[in-house]
């Protein structure tokens, strides 16, 4: 079993900026890729970026230019920068961590982030 651990969520103005934290225990052993998804109010989750062992990255293109993902792998820790935030970036925010071996998905509680003035 894997636990992931978000935080760094909160309220924020527009054009402000967030780091958001995902701390992994457990079996980690065997993680590969990890990630950040969103939900939005009404909507389906959606992924936002992700981050395989190895440091290869991809994003979604509505946060392209804005939000950095990133990963220490000795901290078991995957981070997500998110600059210019807006709005539409208003959302719960859930990590996801991949087991590499067995593709069993590991889910965060998530933590919420509000972009609003």
């Known amino acids: 079993q894997v636990q992931l651990v978000e935080s760094g969520g909160g309220l924020v103005q527009p054009g402000g900026s967030l780091r958001l934290s995902c701390a992994a225990s457990g079996n980690i052993f065997s993680i590969d890729t990890m990630g950040w998804y969103r939900q939005a109010p009404g909507k389906q989750r959606e992924l936002v970026a992700a981050i395989s062992s190895g440091g290869s990255s991809n994003y979604a293109d509505s946060v392209k230019g804005r939000f950095t993902i990133s990963r220490d792998n000795a901290k078991n820790t995957v981070y997500l920068q998110m600059n210019s935030l807006a709005p539409e970036d208003t959302a719960v925010y859930y990590c996801?961590?991949?087991?590499?071996?067995?593709?069993?998905?590991?889910w965060g509680k998530g933590t919420q982030v509000t972009v609003s003035s």
């Open positions: 996801k961590a991949v087991d590499g071996r067995t593709r069993t998905l590991y």
